[in-house]
């Protein structure tokens, strides 16, 4: 690991001001992504704010009938609140089916957003990689590209976003709450929030230098059968090989994200009008375009397979 | 480098940090010596409880809670199996939750009051899991064990306080304690000796004490 100086911000927009002055400085939360990078040296920050002390652990009822979760509530607990049991039982299944015990109650609600790609080359860095080293190529495309996206991918990079909260979090049209060092505040929708690689794979989201992220509000809790079927190598501890979270009603009406397939959780509104016709058919529309390699074709066929599980459960 | 300008900014910044961290005692006092010479190691005070004991140590900003227990306070009971937050030997309690101590740094932990696998129970003075562990030949080499006890204490606090899992099958009622609801809250604890099943009969036990 590179050294670095270490400091706890007091307040948000400070925590934003060190960020900006110093050059090369991170946020750091509860360390679970970061620090297994900065091992690796994929991450070399020069200077870490430790945002922990501040005060966004909480989980408030919005004027909208809403919940406003603070960027420091830990995934174990914003998946035991009963408000989103209760309403948002995809979203505690999604988190509750991710990592460990112990790395659940040490990630966050920003972290978790903001957690890095799995490919193994991005980790290895002795290869090339765009998204780690930009301009230096990308190795999975022509290696072993198993796990990686078959959709919204492009020829510099083909990572996933790796995550299973998210793909909750797209489903229940979340917004990102931030702050900046001006103290300048906004809200970005999830849709928004992580971006396609382009020709710049090492800019994964819509957030600026330095801009903090303070809470993640949801809107009023949707009625349906909430769901997160997770398909991986292993019943437990293990990333998606394939996600699906919906919202489905009994008539197979619904709404869906799929997670595993894309470099953001992968919704589309036109796919989800054809939801009632099917499996085969909802499938087809969402992944119109996609580019799966070799190795990774398996995974149209299983989101196909999944979904179709997810609709006859809403339909039983 | 920073150019001179930049260096006095940078020094002022620290001394607001500085004054500001009256309380929290980890502002590194070399900061901006180290941003010159990125290779230079970055010490920093922390203080936290360790079972029970008070401990201050003056540490590479880099080091680990794991590295910080094992090196510094000597105490070798928790094991660093990956170092990378995939195998649970590690795992400690911090402020009543279970951790992977690797995947933390010490800097972080200022105040806080951390238990190991030493603060249980020890010889003579079993804690029920330890116990129940030995009885049901929970382990054969035994390096992941410190992690697993560490873990289990833990995994029947989180059901009693009613945290659901990944098997719960109804979210809006308490999980109750069953094979599968122990297997899956356990599986970030890796057994290379595959002592899973023992492991289970010792905290089913500890549970059915519990109850
Ligand atoms: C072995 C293992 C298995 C895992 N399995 C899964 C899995 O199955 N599913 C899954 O979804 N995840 C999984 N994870 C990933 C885990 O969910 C993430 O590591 C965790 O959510 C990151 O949260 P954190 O708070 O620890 O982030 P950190 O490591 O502290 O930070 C991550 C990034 O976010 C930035 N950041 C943090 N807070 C803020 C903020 N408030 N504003 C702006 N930037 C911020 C940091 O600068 C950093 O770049 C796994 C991790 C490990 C180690
Ligand atoms: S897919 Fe992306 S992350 Fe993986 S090697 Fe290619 S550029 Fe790097
Ligand atoms: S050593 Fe920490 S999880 Fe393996
Ligand atoms: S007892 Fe040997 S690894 Fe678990």
């Known amino acids: 690991m590179k050294s670095f100086t270490y400091e706890r911000a007091t307040s948000p927009a400070e925590a934003a001001a060190s960020v900006m002055r110093v050059p090369g400085a991170k946020f750091i939360a509860g360390g679970t992504n970061l620090l297994d990078l900065m091992k690796l040296q994929v991450e070399t920050p020069t200077h870490l704010v430790d945002v922990n002390g501040l005060d966004l652990d909480t989980i408030e009822p919005t004027e909208d009938g809403g919940l406003r979760i603070g960027a420091l509530v830990r995934n174990t607990d914003l998946a035991a609140d009963l408000r989103v049991r209760r309403g948002y039982g995809v979203l505690s299944r999604a988190l509750l089916s991710g990592a460990s015990g112990q790395l659940r109650n040490k990630a966050t609600t920003a972290g978790n957003l903001l957690q890095r790609t799995r490919c193994p080359y991005f980790y290895d860095t002795a290869q090339p990689c765009n998204k780690r080293q930009p301009g230096s190529g990308c190795s999975a495309i022509g290696g072993i590209s198993r796990q990686l996206s078959v959709v919204g991918a492009s020829e510099a990079c083909i990572a996933t976003h790796p995550g299973d909260m998210a793909v909750a979090m797209r489903v229940l049209d979340a917004n990102v709450e931030t702050v900046n060092d001006k103290g300048d505040t906004r809200r970005i929708p999830i849709a928004e929030f992580h971006r396609l690689p382009g020709g710049t794979p090492q800019i994964e989201t819509s957030l600026q230098p330095g801009e903090l992220i303070t809470a993640v509000t949801l809107p009023k809790p949707v009625a349906g059968m909430h769901v997160y079927r997770k398909v991986r190598d292993r019943a437990s501890y293990a990333f998606a090989l394939i996600s699906i979270a919906g919202i489905v009603q009994r008539d197979g009406t619904g709404r869906i994200a799929v997670g595993g397939v894309a470099p953001k959780p992968w919704r589309d509104e036109a796919a989800e009008a054809e939801l009632p016709k099917g499996a085969k058919i909802a499938t087809e529309r969402l992944f119109a375009g996609a580019k799966p390699t070799h190795d990774n074709a398996y995974k149209l066929k299983l989101t196909e397979r999944a979904l179709g599980a997810v609709l006859s459960e809403a339909r039983a | ?211």
């Open chain 2, 1 to 211: 480098m920073y150019g001179s300008e930049d260096l006095e900014l940078n020094r002022r910044h620290l001394m607001a940090g500085a004054s500001a961290c009256a309380v929290a005692t980890a502002c590194p006092s070399t900061a901006w010596a180290a941003a010159e010479n990125k290779s230079d190691p970055v010490m920093s005070k922390v203080s936290f409880t360790v079972n029970g004991m008070a401990h201050e140590v003056d540490i590479d900003t880099r080091t680990t809670l794991l590295d910080a227990v094992r090196e510094h306070l000597h105490l070798t009971g928790a094991k660093k199996g990956c170092d990378h937050g995939q195998c649970g030997a590690c795992t400690m309690i911090v402020d009543g939750r279970r951790i992977n101590s690797c995947l933390t740094l010490a800097v972080m932990h200022h105040g806080d009051a951390i238990t190991t696998i030493e603060g249980l129970g020890k010889p003579g003075d079993l804690h029920p899991m330890q116990a129940a562990f030995v009885k049901h030949d929970g382990y054969q080499c035994g390096f992941c064990t410190p992690g697993q006890i560490c873990s289990g204490v833990a995994v029947l606090d989180e059901i009693k306080a009613g945290i659901p899992s990944h098997v719960t099958v109804d979210l809006t009622a308490n999980a109750v304690i069953t094979t599968d609801e122990i297997r899956e809250r356990m599986s970030g604890n890796i057994c290379r000796c595959g002592a899973y099943s023992n492991i289970i009969d010792a905290m089913t036990e500890v549970a059915g004490r519990q109850a």
